[in-house]
């Protein structure tokens, strides 16, 4: 196939009147839409369901975005029992037309880029140039994974042995079950969908609960792009519900799964479990969350440090695993970065995404608005609240805004847990040692960062920074598929690594074969 190389789409540029102009007429159009109804899709066929779940837009809760499904055991067996019959003619469809499905998704979303780009507002709460940037993130997992596959269909060269034939090569694994999170409802789905699909499986989706449209938005996409019936069957669900029995069912091969570390250990727990029946050991690839620090030294830009803080912190309102929640600054320098972080993060506009110039959306539901408030009592109780207000009511949205909390212990809660939202903590450190002493002190490992003019301090982090992602002097978030391979160390997951040169290896299995003449 003579395609050019791979390049990561380009953002939207909200400066220019026709790119605001077309979103407008996208968000209008989606807008007329809101409250329809969206079935399961399983071997290619609509399937109507007893119960739904209710999909409400997190800055308005009384506007309904969708009801779509509810997938109980009887229909998450039929996904399964259908998945596993198409994969008997998948896994030996050539990859070249595997990896040309995925080509054509890529042209698909992005003719629908401002459309996908009003249902992650309207259903994510997603600002416009953090949907946007969702959207572009799903392009890139498409054609990144398309151009692997090509890279990996005659598998890797071994050494030349006389008298011999010898290959090593890749097969596909079979039934897979996707459970993603609803913080990147379209890109995290469609990476992890496209991933195993162009590598020969088939899978069962399982979108979450509180972004199940777009889920089913993402399944349209793959079927307007020509994905066969069966390939990939579209069971939105509640985990508590289906979860398990996805998991644990003898059909199932692996599981892809992004979300909280306790969902993700339960997962691997029960994977790890042999069902009867059931000829293999289950493979997980999970990625689990963080919390996340950067650390800041006395030789540092400053006002880089201060801006890169802020972003990373109050992005899509803190909800990314990516997120800095813990900066680390030495004590020298400690005042004066957290007055530059305070006047950023004062500056930030918080409100319903109807405009570009809103930079912190609302939480995405309510039991996340509750679990974030209750940390912030917390947080009151453990340190001083430099920055922030108390919540107010839910029912006009599920808004906070941006939080600070100064003198905390580094063992305090608000500095040890994930709290998912625009909440900050910032900790003092004596020295560069005890600030990277501070920063692994955490059962996390997924994202961090160093801010230092010092080359023998950097290259001191590069390798005992316990990080899966590390960046030197720039935000921490914003992951670029190709360029920034994603996953972490410890319970951040399995170190996957979405969107790098090895993870299409992980949804197959390597066979040897020698033939001797």
Same mark, same amino acid.
């Given at each position: ?5 791979f390049?990561n789409?380009?953002y ?10 077309k ?12 409250g329809g109804?969206y079935p399961?899709?399983?071997g290619?066929k ?7 779940i209710v999909?409400?837009n997190?800055a ?7 009801r ?7 229909e ?9 019959r198409?994969?008997?003619?998948w896994?030996n ?5 595997r ?6 998704a890529?042209a698909?979303?992005r003719?629908?880029r401002f ?5 992650e507002i309207?259903?994510?709460?997603k600002?416009?140039a953090e949907a ?9 997992f498409?054609?990144y994974?398309a151009?692997?596959?090509?890279r990996?269909?005659d598998?890797?060269?071994?050494a030349?042995?006389p008298g011999?034939?010898n290959? @090593?090569? *890749?097969?596909p ?6 459970i ?9 789905l469609?990476g992890m ?13 399982k ?7 777009i889920?089913?938005k993402v399944?349209?996409i793959?079927?307007?792009a ?11 669900? *509640?985990?508590?519900?289906i979860?398990? @029995?996805?998991?644990?069912d ?11 570390m306790k ?6 727990e029960r ?10 050991i289950?493979?997980?690839l ?8 950067i650390?800041v ?13 802020? +972003?990373?912190a109050y992005?899509y ?19 004066e970065?957290l ?11 918080v409100?319903?995404?109807g405009? %570009?110039e809103?930079?912190v959306? %609302? ?5 996340q608005?509750?679990?974030v408030a209750?940390?912030?009592e917390?947080?009151k ?8 207000e108390?919540?107010?009511d ?5 808004f ?5 909390f100064?003198g ?6 608000i500095?040890?847990e994930?709290?998912f ?5 910032v900790?003092?450190a004596?020295d560069?040692d005890?600030?990277?002493r501070?920063?692994n002190?955490?059962p @996390?490992?997924?994202?961090g960062? +160093?801010?230092?003019r010092?080359?023998e301090?950097?290259?001191?982090a ?5 990080a899966?992602?590390?960046?030197f002097?720039r935000?921490i978030?914003?992951?670029? +598929?190709g360029?920034q391979?994603?996953?972490?160390f ?5 170190n ?12 197959m299995?390597?066979?040897s ?5």
């Amino acid at each position: 196939m003579g395609l050019t190389p791979f390049r990561n789409e380009p953002y939207l540029d909200w400066s220019d009147e026709g790119n605001v102009g077309k979103l407008r007429a996208a968000l209008e159009k989606v807008g007329g839409e809101l409250g329809g109804s969206y079935p399961l899709i399983i071997g290619g066929k609509p399937v109507e369901t007893e119960g739904e779940i209710v999909s409400e837009n997190p800055a308005k809760p009384s506007q309904v975005v969708g009801r779509v499904g509810r997938a109980t055991e009887r229909e998450a067996g039929m996904a399964l029992d259908a998945a596993t019959r198409a994969f008997e003619f998948w896994r030996n469809t050539p990859p070249e037309a595997r990896s040309r499905i995925l080509l054509r998704a890529a042209a698909v979303m992005r003719r629908r880029r401002f459309e996908m780009i009003a249902w992650e507002i309207y259903e994510g709460g997603k600002p416009w140039a953090e949907a946007d940037a969702q959207i572009a993130e799903a392009i890139d997992f498409l054609e990144y994974y398309a151009r692997e596959m090509l890279r990996l269909k005659d598998g890797k060269p071994v050494a030349p042995f006389p008298g011999e034939e010898n290959r @090593y090569f *890749y097969q596909p694994l079979g039934v897979g079950v996707i459970i993603a999170p609803w913080n990147f409802p379209t890109a995290i789905l469609t990476g992890m969908s496209s991933a195993a699909i162009v590598t020969g499986n088939t899978i069962v989706m399982k979108p979450s609960e509180y972004t199940s449209v777009i889920g089913a938005k993402v399944a349209e996409i793959f079927e307007e792009a020509g994905l066969p019936a069966g390939v990939l069957n579209f069971c939105a669900g *509640y985990g508590s519900e289906i979860g398990d @029995y996805l998991v644990e069912d003898a059909r199932t091969r692996f599981i892809s799964f992004t979300g909280s570390m306790k969902t993700g250990l339960r997962i691997n727990e029960r994977a790890a479990r042999t069902a009867p029946g059931q000829r293999w050991i289950k493979r997980v690839l999970a990625e689990m969350g963080g919390k996340d620090a950067i650390v800041v030294d006395e030789t540092a830009d400053l006002e880089a440090a201060a801006e890169g803080i802020a +972003v990373s912190a109050y992005g899509y309102a803190g909800q990314k695993c990516s997120a800095c929640s813990r900066a680390i600054l030495q004590e020298d320098i400690h005042d004066e970065v957290l007055g530059r972080i305070l006047e950023r993060a004062k500056a930030l506009r918080v409100g319903p995404p109807g405009s %570009p110039e809103v930079f912190v959306g %609302p939480l995405i539901s309510r039991p996340q608005f509750e679990k974030v408030a209750g940390y912030i009592e917390v947080g009151k109780e453990e340190a001083e609240r430099v920055l922030g207000e108390d919540p107010g009511d839910p029912e006009e949205g599920y808004f906070v805004s941006p939080t600070v909390f100064a003198g905390a212990d580094p063992r305090s809660r608000i500095a040890q847990e994930e709290i998912f939202g625009p909440v900050l903590t910032v900790l003092k450190a004596r020295d560069f040692d005890e600030a990277l002493r501070i920063a692994n002190d955490s059962p @996390y490992g997924l994202t961090g960062g +160093v801010y230092s003019r010092d080359r023998e301090r950097l290259e001191r982090a590069r390798h005992e920074f316990r990080a899966g992602n590390l960046y030197f002097n720039r935000k921490i978030t914003g992951a670029l +598929v190709g360029v920034q391979p994603f996953g972490g160390f410890d319970l951040s997951g399995t170190n996957a690594k979405a969107g790098g040169p090895d993870y299409l290896t992980l949804h197959m299995q390597a066979k040897s074969v020698a033939e001797r003449f």
